[in-house]
């Protein structure tokens, strides 16, 4: 937890497992698990602007025209571009709204409402 929460590692496959401790149901130890999602959704703001800083680069894919992936047989780029910049959204969205894991943060949204 301390390579996310204290220093603030946006790129930790670690993110993925507080993600876990978020939305899971305890089936043993209810107490210790409730401490480290206490912890976890103790969001600190160092953390959250590394993240919006990391996912805030997008390749500019709309500003070239309709055929231009076309004429150079690149259609699969193209839609490795718009992924990836879905994916930067919602990393964006995780860090503004103090989520851990940007990749999962519509399940945990779902979650919580």
């Known amino acids: 937890m301390a390579v996310v929460l204290e220093q603030h590692d946006v790129t930790s496959w670690v993110q993925k497992a507080l993600t876990g401790i978020v ?33 805030l680069q997008f390749f500019s894919i709309w500003g070239l025209p309709a055929d231009y ?17 879905a994916q930067n959204i919602l990393g964006v969205l995780a860090g503004l709204n103090l989520l851990i894991e940007p990749k999962l943060a519509k399940s945990v949204l779902a979650q919580q409402h």
């Open 69 to 85: 992936f076309i004429a150079r047989d690149a259609t699969l780029f193209k839609y490795q571009m718009l992924v990836e910049a």
């Open 23 to 55: 939305i899971c149901i305890p089936l043993h130890g209810e107490k210790l698990i409730q401490k480290w999602k206490t912890e976890v959704t103790n969001y600190p703001d160092v953390l959250a602007r590394a993240t919006v800083e990391k996912y």
